[in-house]
């Protein structure tokens, strides 16, 4: 049973607009939360991480929220570029084992011009 | 720059060879991953390891074993390939036990087994 969800295996957005994630968890032992980008034919690249000490965190035009009590989590992308058409991973992790990070499914984002 | 670099890009492979992956990371990292990639199912993790000589089972260790001999070199080991097995391997390394460290990946390898 998948304990990170990402529900939407893909998303088509304008070019300009804004782009939104979303990730659902299972298990509320998870505290560590992170976001990976995959370009084709290349190895996923870390993009965002968010601690659940905080329900916010942002790194230019990418922010991460994170709502514990709903177990949800999102990547918005304000505003979104052509460049950024990938496969974005949500990952996850938990303080008993940050070693081992537990990844969704992914969601395959087209931006378009 | 940091660096994983797998051996392979593309790999096809006969059912039953018992197949090598050979990943090398240059950051000195403590942990290294195997994860596999196929359509609708993410990235799910196949082994990794701590330490030299150290290894864990990850969600999907049948059918694998892996081997670290040097702390830098991590060897995923299909012992008898099979049709199933076909998929991109990728692997990652990072830093040990470390909340806020991000693992770094190669570039995968994309097996096929005919």
């Known amino acids: 049973d998948q304990q990170v969800k990402q529900n939407s295996p893909s998303l088509s957005v304008q070019e300009g607009r804004i782009s939104i994630l979303n990730c659902d968890y299972t298990n509320s032992m998870f505290d560590y939360f992170l976001w990976y980008k995959k370009y084709p034919a290349e190895g996923p690249t870390f993009l965002i991480s968010?601690?659940?000490?905080?329900d916010k965190n942002e790194d230019g035009r990418f922010t991460v929220f994170l709502n514990k009590s709903a177990k949800h989590l999102s990547l918005h992308i304000v505003p979104s570029q052509p460049g950024d058409s990938a496969v974005y991973f949500c990952?996850?992790?938990?303080?008993?084992?940050?070693?081992?990070?537990?990844f969704g499914p992914g969601t395959s984002l087209s931006v378009i011009p | 720059d940091v660096k994983v670099t797998q051996s392979s890009r593309y790999l096809v492979k006969r059912t039953g060879e018992k197949v090598f992956l050979e990943c090398v990371q240059d950051m000195d990292h403590e942990n290294m991953f195997w994860y596999r990639q196929d359509p609708g199912l993410g990235l799910r993790l196949i082994y990794f390891?701590?330490?030299?000589?150290?290894?864990e089972k990850g969600d999907i260790p049948e059918g694998y074993s892996v081997s670290r001999e040097k702390k830098e070199r991590f060897s995923l080991i299909l012992e008898s390939a099979s049709t199933n097995q076909t998929s991109m391997y990728l692997c990652a390394s990072s830093l040990l036990r470390a909340q806020n460290t991000e693992a770094f990946f190669g570039q995968g390898t994309r097996l096929t087994v005919v």
């Open positions: 990952a996850a992790s938990m303080k008993t084992s940050y070693d081992k990070v537990i």
């Open positions: 390891s701590y330490d030299v000589k150290m290894k």
């Open positions: 968010i601690s659940s000490i905080k």
